[in-house]
């Protein structure tokens, strides 16, 4: 009865997949980005406790040397811990998101478009 070219006010055979406004669009709009990109993210500990992680440097630099600065710098301690799927990854004291994008930036180690800043 109905022909292709007209939809039918129930028909949902149109809709296909469509938009997953959650999925992560990371390598899709921005070149190489996306697998270049450094992920600061905060994680609740306890109470008022949280850690903030850093990982997606690259390998070229030194993470003992980076760790350093950044505790030196923000009055923090922190550990660098070897993670089987991430690589290298940078653990710290606190919410220290801001500082750390910014100290990144500041030692021109990545660039503004490289940075994903997750948490809360």
């Known amino acids: 009865m109905s022909s292709p070219d007209v939809v039918l006010?129930?028909?949902i055979s149109n809709l296909g997949v469509g938009f997953d406004p959650l999925a992560d669009s990371a390598g899709a709009d921005?070149?190489?980005a996306g697998e270049d990109?450094?992920?600061?993210r905060v994680q609740q500990r306890n109470g008022r406790k949280s850690l903030t992680t850093v990982?997606?440097?690259k390998e070229k630099y030194d993470y003992n040397k980076v760790l350093k600065?950044?505790?030196k710098e923000f009055c923090c301690n922190g550990t660098v811990v070897e993670d089987s799927e991430l690589g290298k990854v940078i653990q710290l004291q606190g919410d220290q998101r801001k500082n750390v994008s910014d100290f990144l930036l500041g030692q021109k180690l990545v660039k503004k478009d490289q940075i994903k800043i997750h948490g809360f």
Request: glycine share 18%; no cysteine.
């Open 37 to 40: 990109a450094v992920h600061i």
């Open 30 to 32: 921005e070149g190489n």
């Open 9 to 11: 006010p129930g028909d």
């Open 69 to 71: 600065a950044l505790k």
């Open 55 to 57: 990982q997606g440097l």
